[in-house]
């Protein structure tokens, strides 16, 4: 429907996935598929969808540009 009622605030899964990103970085290790997810989440609050709940990234990746 494209309706995201917020039921856990992207900005706050953005701010959660951070720390996670942090701690294994300061081990020397990498996690691409939680940088992606952190990079989309951060562009969807960019945005403007940061108050909307976290499955709002759906929408956003939906309208970019293809190609």
Not at 23 to 34: F, I, P, Q
């Amino acid at each position: 429907t494209g309706r995201y009622p917020s039921a856990f605030k992207l900005w706050l899964a953005r701010k959660d996935v951070g720390p996670a990103l942090e701690t294994v970085g300061a081990r020397g290790r990498r996690l691409r598929v939680g940088e992606a997810v952190h990079a989309a989440l951060r562009a969807a609050e960019a945005d403007g969808r940061g108050d909307h709940d976290h499955a709002a990234v759906i929408g956003y990746l939906r309208a970019l540009p293809t190609g």
